[in-house]
């Protein structure tokens, strides 16, 4: 099942999307229509999820506000104490938002699939990954990686941006948690929508160094 909207000002991938998914564990309970099991009792516990839930839709809130809503047709949770490398497991796709104090939109990221693993606080996400900035950008690429540590999204897969008219195509892809200052490694193509005509590449940068210099 494929998790598909229609988005208008929304903005890009949640920085918090990992406190998101823990405190959707604590207030899973709470949520109406989804269905929790239990897994408990096998040997083999390493091909078998210590929890799953499915249809989760999920309001979370932060200090009182609430501040994400999180969609996942299954989720699977592998992280018994004899797991050596826990981790999560979205294989029908994933959907989260952030609002801002008003309850307003102001980021998205959606995929076909999506995994965190929780040791190297890492989030994977494979198969039309749709995410969409602050300023009205939408990229697209086929995966996409977060890393919580670093606070660096990057991406080695052909990726597509489109910036009002303009539609910039490339491979390789680094950027700030809220892309907002990001470098693609190799630019095969920057045109306009109306014209569709190649123009000059004006995304060239020295050094990736100088371009991802201040993203933290």
């Given at each position: 099942?494929?998790?598909?909207?229609?988005?208008?000002?929304?903005?890009l991938?949640?920085?918090?999307?990992?406190?998101?998914?823990?405190?959707?564990?604590?207030?899973?309970?709470?949520?109406s229509?989804?269905?929790?099991?239990?897994?408990?009792?096998?040997?083999?516990?390493?091909?078998?999820?210590?929890?799953y839930t499915?249809?989760?839709?999920?309001?979370?809130?932060?200090?009182?506000?609430?501040?994400y809503?999180?969609?996942?047709?299954?989720?699977?949770?592998?992280?018994s104490?004899?797991?050596?490398?826990?981790?999560?497991?979205?294989?029908?796709?994933?959907?989260?938002?952030?609002?801002?104090?008003?309850?307003?939109?102001?980021?998205?990221?959606?995929?076909?699939?999506?995994?965190?693993?929780?040791k190297?606080?890492?989030?994977r996400?494979?198969?039309?990954?749709?995410?969409?900035?602050?300023?009205?950008k939408?990229?697209?690429?086929?995966?996409?990686?977060?890393?919580?540590?670093?606070?660096?999204?990057?991406?080695?897969?052909?990726?597509?941006?489109?910036?009002?008219e303009?539609?910039?195509?490339?491979?390789?892809?680094?950027?700030?948690?809220?892309?907002t200052?990001?470098?693609?490694?190799?630019t095969?193509?920057?045109?306009?929508?109306?014209?569709?005509t190649?123009?000059?590449?004006?995304?060239?940068?020295?050094?990736?160094?100088d371009?991802?210099?201040?993203?933290?």
């Open positions: 099942m494929k998790i598909s909207r229609s988005y208008k000002g929304f903005s991938w949640s920085t918090r999307i990992a406190s998101v998914a823990l405190c959707c564990v604590i207030f899973l309970a709470a949520c229509g989804e269905k929790t099991e239990v897994v408990e009792g096998y040997e083999n516990v390493d091909s078998l999820p210590s929890l499915r249809d989760v839709n999920t309001l979370i809130s932060d200090s009182g506000i609430t501040r809503r999180i969609e996942a047709p299954a989720w699977y949770m592998y992280e104490e004899k797991t050596e490398n826990p981790y999560w497991y979205f294989p029908e796709g994933l959907y989260v938002e952030q609002f801002d104090t008003l309850f307003a939109t102001e980021t998205m990221i959606e995929g076909d699939t999506a995994i965190y693993y929780k190297p606080q890492l989030w996400l494979d198969g039309n990954v749709h995410i969409e900035n602050v300023e009205g939408k990229f697209d690429t086929q995966q996409l990686f977060w890393d919580q540590k670093s606070r660096q999204i990057y991406s080695d897969s052909a990726i597509r941006i489109m910036d009002g303009e539609v910039i195509e490339g491979v390789g892809f680094r950027s700030n948690e809220q892309i200052k990001y470098v693609i490694l190799r095969t193509g920057i045109f306009t929508i109306e014209r569709d190649v123009q000059p590449d004006t995304m060239a940068v020295d050094t990736i160094g371009a991802l210099e201040g993203f933290e």
